[in-house]
């Protein structure tokens, strides 16, 4: 079994759909990380929480300590949101990855 | 941009080649980072340096050697590489503690091995 789950593994929407990503880690952590990896590769940091709940744009990030538990959420998707999310836990300063969420929004 | 810099964007090399991989960022981070992205695997932890100083490496094979000559450049170099070391290569830099902001990656460099 992972360290870090994510659900789903793959994700298919309509635009405008609210979309929503979990990720369960079964590790301690000083902090969990969503990433956004585009077909080409590259990745992008979205959010570092370690508490609580961030906002930015459409894109809301939140953790449950207790339960470990994160969920990423998309409101008003649209079809430029189509990309592997993936979830990674900060433990003994090292990332451990999930296998990443494979969303696609369709017009 | 991301703000750190990856090249080759991609690359194909045969087993017996000799090539490296660059890496530069200038964000002023000073832990810097190379993941290995194989298909339908999680992103695993290849080295880790901070302040220059190699402080992980998470028994990859010897075929694969880093180097860091200064806080805002990383190499790669590999040399008789097998087909199973195609994969995505991601570079990574941070502010190295817990404070920081996260991590910032790069765009990766795509290795084909024939």
């Known amino acids: 079994k992972n360290e870090v789950e994510q659900s789903p593994q793959n994700l298919t929407a309509q635009e405008g759909e609210f979309i929503t990503i979990n990720c369960s880690y079964s590790v301690g952590i000083s902090a969990l990380h969503w990433l956004q990896q585009h077909p080409g590769g590259g990745i992008v940091s979205l959010f570092m929480l370690s508490s609580g709940k961030k906002k930015h744009g459409r894109l809301i990030a939140t953790i449950n300590i207790q339960e470990k538990h994160s969920s990423l959420h998309i409101t008003a998707s649209h079809p430029r949101d189509s990309a592997v999310y993936i979830c990674a836990v900060d433990n003994t300063d090292k990332l451990i990855f999930g296998t990443g969420t494979r969303l696609q929004v369709f017009p | 941009e991301t703000g750190v810099t990856q090249t080759p964007r991609h690359l194909v090399m045969g087993m017996t080649n000799k090539k490296s991989l660059k890496c530069e960022q200038h964000l002023g981070h000073n832990a810097m980072y190379w993941y290995k992205q194989s298909a339908k695997k999680p992103l695993e932890l290849m080295f880790v340096?901070?302040?220059?100083?190699?402080?992980e490496n998470n028994s990859v094979p010897s075929r694969f050697s880093p180097e860091c000559p200064n806080s805002s450049h990383l190499f790669l170099h590999l040399h008789t590489l097998q087909p199973e070391d195609s994969a995505l290569y991601l570079c990574?830099?941070?502010?190295?503690?817990?404070?920081?902001?996260?991590?910032?990656f790069g765009s990766g460099t795509r290795l084909t091995v024939v």
């Open positions: 990574a830099s941070s502010q190295g503690d817990t404070d920081s902001d996260g991590y910032t």
């Open positions: 340096y901070n302040f220059k100083e190699q402080t």
